[in-house]
């Protein structure tokens, strides 16, 4: 019997509460791992911080609340991410202009297909 492959874990920052739960179980339905949601900048932070997330789906704008910041530790510790947001590409900052960005709303199945490629290139 082949060794089991790991299940690829995903951070999920996210404030709209059925977004989150769409998210959440269209990634559980494709066999990845959820850590959270959480919904606001301070809440992702305090995660990364004890979490090793193989990849994110982040929010642009949590509750009024930029989270470039949760981007940024992102990059700092490696961990690639998708953006998904109703503000299009135009909206990332120019240190992020690389990211992934999924605009919303957005078919699940496309954001399963950017997450899984993330994680293989990882």
Do not use: W
């Not at 990845?32 to 979490?51: D, K, W």
């Not at 997330?53 to 009024?64: E, K, R």
């Amino acid at each position: 019997m082949p060794p089991e492959t790991p299940t690829r874990r995903i951070l999920v920052v996210e404030d709209e509460a059925l977004v989150a739960m769409l998210v959440e179980d269209a990634l559980e339905d494709a066999g990845f791992g959820v850590i959270g949601p959480v919904r606001s900048v301070s809440q992702a932070l305090e995660v990364l911080e004890t979490e090793e997330p193989d990849a994110a789906v982040l929010d642009l704008n949590l509750a009024g609340e930029n989270s470039v910041a949760v981007a940024d530790a992102l990059v700092a510790r490696g961990i690639p991410f998708v953006v998904a947001t109703g503000y299009g590409a135009a909206g990332l900052p120019a240190a992020h202009r690389q990211a992934l960005v999924l605009p919303k709303p957005y078919d699940p199945a496309d954001l399963i297909a950017m997450l899984t490629r993330l994680c293989e290139a990882r």
